[in-house]
């Protein structure tokens, strides 16, 4: 073990290839891992990288490839179907846990292993990328502002950009079942886009909904606010439709349904092209309220949602390979502070 190599599982995935790609420039050297012989393989022909293959049912091939390494970094989706497995592995192994994810039931999946991760002074941090890490920083900046908020609210925009293929075949997984908010420290399902407004990101004002973003679970963690709800930038014509989208939830929920959006997905680019990354902006907000109707605001404008992905999650790997880490489960600002952020070129925060 070093203090510059990590395991890079899911290694063929659209954001996994951003981060390996990247890594040399981190000082850091990914061992690429999947479940596919041939991508992964090519892929490490490609890089000049070692690589591994296995599924993660193989809990020997899983536990012996963690023991080469002190973190994984783990791409691989759905993340409700995978990362009990890789938890476990990463606690038996005393390996450190790091994820891409963003859906509210693997965050909340992931902090039921605290106790067992302290004990074994392993880390587990999922949300190392766009999901959570500016929402989280600007959450706790704004609970540092106002130490007695009681609501939270956040939105989030992406200018320029699309989904990559990976969150929309998580996206297309759960087509039907509608939203959810943080309401008295519960959460709590709610329709998806139950709730619009405008809001002014500094440099754009955008339409904006409620979707059940991962912050409903680790914004909690964080900051102990006990009412969250979170939005995202849509057209306000098709916040229209999806309002009456409960009517028909029972019907998106097939097999027939999800089958045939996974079909348009897998037709898709595997995500943004360079040009895309490049030039693409991500725009957040946030607005904290206390019983008395004190608000705090915050904004942040940084780099493409995927690129400022593999930048934070290169940044945390880092950290957590030099020896910054704390044991158990952890949110990104829990663990390093609001001005995580700030460390990747091209964020401002107001």
Not at 155 to 166: M, N, P, Q
Not at 188 to 195: F, I, K, Q, S
Not at 303 to 331: C, H, M, N
């Amino acid at each position: 073990m070093d203090d510059k190599t990590f395991l890079l599982y899911g290694a063929n995935g659209y954001t996994a290839r951003l981060i390996a790609r990247e890594a040399k420039a981190f000082g850091l050297t990914p061992i690429l891992a999947g479940r596919s012989k041939a991508p992964v393989e090519a892929m490490a022909k490609e890089l000049g990288l070692e690589f591994r293959t296995f599924g993660l049912e193989d809990k020997g091939a899983l536990e012996s490839a963690l023991r080469e390494v002190r973190v994984v970094m783990h791409c691989a989706g759905p993340f409700i179907r995978t990362a009990r497995q890789m938890v476990e592995a990463c606690i038996a192994t005393g390996a450190h846990y790091l994820d891409i994810n963003g859906d509210i039931s693997c965050f909340e999946l992931v902090k039921k292993y605290n106790d067992a991760a302290a004990k074994a002074n392993v880390m587990l941090m999922p949300g190392t990328g766009f999901d959570v890490v500016p929402t989280d920083c600007l959450a706790l900046r704004l609970k540092k502002a106002l130490p007695d908020a009681h609501s939270l609210l956040i939105a989030f925009a992406s200018l320029g950009s699309s989904l990559s293929h990976g969150t929309a075949t998580t996206m297309a997984s759960k087509i039907g079942e509608g939203g959810a908010c943080r309401i008295d420290g519960k959460i709590v399902r709610r329709p998806l886009g139950e709730h619009g407004m405008t809001v002014d990101f500094g440099s754009k004002k955008r339409f904006v909904m409620s979707i059940p973003w991962g912050d409903v679970s680790t914004a909690f963690h964080t900051t102990s606010i006990p009412n969250i709800e979170t939005f995202t930038a849509v057209p306000q014509e098709y916040h229209r439709i999806l309002k009456a989208q409960s009517l028909f939830n029972w019907l998106l929920r097939t097999s027939f349904v999800r089958g045939y959006i996974q079909r348009k997905v897998d037709a898709r680019p595997a995500g943004p092209d360079d040009n895309t990354l490049a030039n693409g902006r991500s725009l957040v907000w946030a607005e904290a309220t206390n019983a008395k109707g004190a608000k705090a605001e915050a904004r942040l404008e940084g780099p493409e949602g995927y690129d400022l992905t593999w930048r934070a999650s290169l940044l945390i790997l880092k950290k957590v390979l030099s020896g910054q880490f704390k044991s158990g489960y952890q949110t990104p600002a829990g663990c390093y502070g609001e001005h995580l952020v700030e460390e990747i070129p091209g964020v401002k925060v107001s």
